[in-house]
């Protein structure tokens, strides 16, 4: 594998939860060497900072209050940029997504796009939310006598469509670990809904907001006494299970 990003190629990279510190050798060579990156806009600015002086920067978020693009719009900028023109190579493209490309990150949407459009890719991991938020928090998020299940789930879903609460069939397992992304702001009545599923009121629970940069903020409690205005601004990541052991 080269080390450098290679022209004509487009890298799917996870930047991890927001701490460049935690980005791995791998990304940080790709953001050095990349002609063109398409941030997602929760990739922090000291991440994108460590970028090549010469990178062509294109943000392409789509949350709330930041410019719209489509995931279409999304694939015609890898395509424009890393197609050949006129006789030279294409441009190395890096799409880099916050936390693990893999996780809740469209991911394979894009992988199918490159794949039909013959385009040469490689897929970097990164540290997703999950592990960065247990690793500050000093937690395991699976334990011998507690937890031998990690669920990672969403109440985000495609079309516009917001469910409160992840479905599962049947009772909530017990042994289970639950983290939720993109969880909302409706804290009360998503912990309610959970309850409702059969999850004990006492189970230990952390809203974290702004996970491991400077102005991370921990809401550590219950479900029971878990609430809305406790829980700092977006972006928000929920654990909940009997394997955390928060002081």
Same mark, same amino acid.
Not at 98 to 116: N, T, Y
Not at 195 to 218: L, M, N, Q, R
Not at 227 to 243: M, N
């Given at each position: 594998?080269?080390?450098?990003? *290679?022209?004509?190629?487009?890298?799917? $990279?996870?930047?991890? =939860?927001?701490?460049?510190?935690?980005?791995?050798?791998?990304?940080?060579?790709?953001?050095?060497?990349?002609? $063109?990156?398409?941030?997602?806009?929760? &990739?922090?600015?000291?991440?994108?900072? /460590?970028?090549?002086?010469?990178?062509?920067?294109? =943000? $392409?978020?789509?949350?709330?209050? *930041? %410019?719209?693009?489509? *995931?279409?719009?999304?694939?015609?900028?890898?395509?424009?940029?890393?197609? %050949?023109?006129?006789? !030279?190579?294409?441009?190395?493209?890096?799409?880099?997504?916050?936390?693990?490309?893999? #996780?809740?990150?469209?991911?394979?949407?894009?992988?199918?796009?490159?794949?039909?459009?013959?385009? +040469?890719?490689?897929?970097?991991?990164?540290?997703?939310?999950?592990?960065?938020?247990?690793?500050? /928090? *000093?937690? +395991?998020?699976?334990?011998?006598?507690?937890?031998?299940?990690?669920?990672?789930?969403?109440?985000?879903?495609?079309?516009?469509?917001? !469910?409160?609460?992840?479905?599962?069939?049947?009772?909530?397992?017990?042994?289970?670990?639950?983290?939720?992304?993109?969880?909302?702001?409706?804290?009360?009545?998503?912990?309610?809904?959970?309850?409702?599923?059969?999850?004990?009121?006492?189970? %230990?629970?952390?809203?974290?907001?702004?996970?491991?940069?400077?102005? !991370?903020? &921990?809401?550590?409690?219950?479900?029971?006494? /878990?609430?809305?205005?406790? #829980?700092?601004?977006?972006? $928000?990541? &929920?654990?909940?299970?009997?394997?955390?052991?928060?002081?």
């Amino acid at each position: 594998m080269s080390t450098e990003a *290679q022209p004509g190629h487009v890298y799917l $990279v996870g930047a991890g =939860p927001g701490d460049p510190d935690l980005l791995t050798l791998r990304a940080l060579t790709l953001l050095q060497t990349s002609d $063109v990156i398409l941030p997602d806009d929760l &990739v922090s600015d000291e991440i994108l900072a /460590l970028a090549s002086p010469t990178a062509n920067i294109i =943000p $392409v978020g789509k949350r709330c209050g *930041q %410019p719209r693009i489509t *995931q279409a719009g999304i694939h015609a900028l890898m395509l424009e940029h890393a197609s %050949p023109k006129d006789g !030279e190579p294409g441009s190395s493209v890096l799409r880099l997504k916050s936390g693990d490309p893999l #996780v809740f990150g469209r991911a394979g949407e894009e992988i199918a796009f490159l794949r039909e459009a013959h385009i +040469p890719f490689e897929i970097v991991p990164g540290i997703s939310a999950a592990f960065a938020v247990a690793a500050n /928090l *000093q937690t +395991p998020l699976t334990d011998r006598t507690a937890a031998s299940k990690l669920i990672l789930a969403t109440a985000h879903h495609a079309a516009g469509k917001l !469910e409160l609460t992840p479905k599962w069939s049947g009772a909530f397992p017990e042994d289970a670990t639950l983290v939720i992304y993109m969880p909302g702001r409706h804290f009360r009545a998503l912990a309610d809904d959970l309850i409702a599923s059969g999850i004990d009121p006492a189970t %230990p629970c952390a809203a974290v907001s702004k996970a491991t940069t400077p102005d !991370e903020h &921990v809401h550590a409690t219950t479900l029971a006494a /878990l609430e809305d205005d406790a #829980v700092g601004p977006s972006p $928000v990541i &929920v654990l909940i299970g009997h394997a955390l052991q928060i002081g």
